[in-house]
């Protein structure tokens, strides 16, 4: 994700996974950005509709 960056919604998750072989239901792929923002991976930008940003990687 760091290396797409730019701004993640369910839509761009959701055809990035399908292009990587994955068919998650849109839950699940809201689930998998909740989780990576949780991690520190994915920051919150805007709640409706949800937005994340890659958080950069402290160098």
């Given at each position: ?5 730019g ?20 839950k ?24 994340y ?7």
């Amino acid at each position: 994700m760091r290396a797409l960056r730019g701004l993640w919604d369910t839509q761009r998750a959701h055809t990035t996974l399908r292009d990587a072989g994955h068919e998650p239901e849109e839950k699940h792929t809201r689930q998998i950005l909740r989780d990576l923002a949780s991690s520190g991976l994915l920051v919150k930008v805007q709640d409706r509709p949800v937005l994340y940003r890659t958080e950069p990687m402290n160098e």
